[in-house]
């Protein structure tokens, strides 16, 4: 936990008026466990908004405590959302398959399908996709097995973006095309 103080009296004002709605909606336990008296809270609740005003520019009353751990990991979670969007919209995009959606990001393959209708910009092509020559398919096994180590998601991004020629559902498509 990290203690920062507020010198702020626009922060502290909110912050005042955050206690008097715990009050105000039965939450006076939380108050008194958190220190105040009763007496204080009565006083608190029947104060005007200058009253307040002014209150809230005491300097040093009032601190924040943060988790900073969850706040932190809050902040991972959010990037981590942000990148998954992107790259599910780049995926789509770029013509991946349900199937494959779904092995990427484990989901459904109804929510795939889902995100599939919301994302894709051209109609649907129905059957098997297309196959590079037998040439590129064998380069499009090299490159896939000489990169191995990439992140599954990361790899399949990289794949199309050294082969944009070809859908996502092609590249699929070579790439398991021994696993039938």
Same mark, same amino acid.
Not at 49 to 63: C, E, H, P, R
Not at 77 to 95: E, H, K, M, V, W
């Given at each position: 936990?990290s203690r920062i103080d507020i010198d702020s009296q626009d922060l502290s004002f909110k912050a005042l008026c955050y206690l008097?709605?715990?009050?105000?909606?039965?939450?006076?336990?939380?108050?008194?466990?958190?220190?105040? #008296?009763?007496?204080? @809270?009565?006083?608190?609740?029947?104060? +005007?908004?200058?009253?307040? #005003?002014?209150?809230?520019?005491?300097?040093?009353?009032?601190?924040?405590?943060?988790?900073?751990?969850?706040?932190? =990991?809050?902040? =991972?979670?959010?990037?981590?959302? @942000?990148?998954? =969007?992107?790259?599910? +919209?780049?995926? &789509?995009?770029?013509?991946?398959?349900?199937?494959?959606?779904?092995?990427?990001?484990r989901i459904s393959l109804t929510e795939a399908e889902a995100h599939l209708a919301t994302l894709m910009t051209t109609d $649907?092509?129905?059957?098997?996709?297309?196959?590079?020559?037998?040439? +590129?398919?064998?380069?499009?096994?090299?490159?896939?097995? &000489?990169?191995? =180590?990439?992140? +599954?998601?990361?790899?399949?991004?990289?794949?199309? $973006?050294?082969?944009?020629?070809?859908?996502?559902? #092609?590249?699929?498509?070579?790439?398991?095309?021994?696993?039938?």
């Open positions: 936990m008097i709605e715990l009050a105000e909606s039965g939450e006076i336990d939380q108050l008194i466990a958190a220190g105040f #008296s009763p007496e204080t @809270i009565s006083t608190l609740r029947q104060m +005007t908004v200058n009253d307040l #005003s002014s209150l809230a520019g005491t300097m040093g009353m009032m601190s924040l405590l943060l988790n900073v751990s969850r706040f932190e =990991s809050a902040i =991972s979670a959010r990037t981590r959302r @942000i990148n998954d =969007s992107q790259d599910l +919209t780049y995926l &789509a995009r770029a013509g991946a398959t349900a199937l494959l959606l779904s092995e990427i990001f $649907k092509r129905s059957g098997r996709p297309s196959m590079p020559d037998v040439g +590129t398919r064998d380069a499009i096994h090299q490159w896939w097995a &000489a990169n191995q =180590s990439m992140p +599954t998601r990361q790899r399949w991004i990289a794949l199309h $973006k050294k082969w944009p020629q070809f859908s996502l559902a #092609s590249l699929y498509a070579v790439i398991n095309e021994f696993n039938m």
